[in-house]
T-cell receptor, first 109, second 113 residues
């Protein structure tokens, strides 16, 4: 079973700060996913990556397959970025997601 | 495309009652997943379908739980004889094909009194 660990569990930042959330996993995967969850439930997929780096707007996701580690960066953070960010991995023929516990990000104005 | 929808959004029930949730995936997505999320935790896998076939069930899914996807479109998740430990957010996700991005519905929040 794949264990997915995220750090930190909670993160408070001031608007404009550069933010990094880390994720590590224990077993080889086919893909790693970063997701965003706002209060009230809805989960949105931000990135799915299996190697290298992806960028979308102010968000950047990187993965190091050898070290089984990924990072999510947010540049020029904004209060609207406040949410829970969840790392998940998929592997095997079922492609089910195994999730970390999430990182609660609060960005203050 | 309207996205993944789930109904109801909230359900409050008494212990011992049966409940049924519905998930409507994005049209023509042949993979459909059910997950459960309790407070402060990440979601956990329950079961998934490839078209109408249920291909895997988690050990979390006791005999009181049953899921169907009769025509390979919408899916239902039924919980019989609910227990307080069943209180959680039940999430549905769909993807076009195996290995593609999963698109999540808004979830059904179940409270068992």
């Amino acid at each position: 079973k794949n264990e997915v660990e995220q750090s930190p569990q909670n993160l408070t930042a001031q608007e404009g700060e550069f933010i990094t959330i880390n994720c590590s996993y224990s077993v080889g995967i086919s893909a790693l996913h970063w997701l965003q969850q706002h209060p009230g439930g809805g989960i949105v997929s931000l990135f799915m990556l299996s190697s290298g780096k992806k960028k979308h707007g102010r968000l950047i996701a990187t993965i190091n397959i050898q070290e089984k580690h990924s990072s999510l960066h947010i540049t020029a953070s904004h209060p609207r970025d406040s949410a829970v960010y969840i790392c998940a991995v998929s592997g095997g023929s079922n492609y089910k997601l195994t999730f970390g516990k999430g990182t609660l990000l609060t960005v203050n104005p | 495309d309207t996205g993944v929808s789930q109904n109801p959004r909230h359900k409050i029930t008494k212990r011992g009652q049966n409940v049924t949730f519905r998930c409507d995936p994005i049209s023509e997505h042949n993979r459909l997943y059910w997950y459960r999320q309790t407070l402060g935790q990440g979601p956990e896998f329950l079961t998934y379908f490839q078209n109408e076939a249920q291909l895997e069930k988690s050990r979390l899914l006791s005999d009181r739980f049953s899921a169907e996807r009769p025509k390979g479109s919408f899916s239902t998740l039924e919980i019989q004889r609910t227990e307080q430990g069943d209180s959680a957010m039940y999430l549905c996700a769909s993807s076009p094909r195996a290995g593609d991005t999963q698109y999540f519905g808004p979830g059904t929040r179940l409270t068992v009194l």
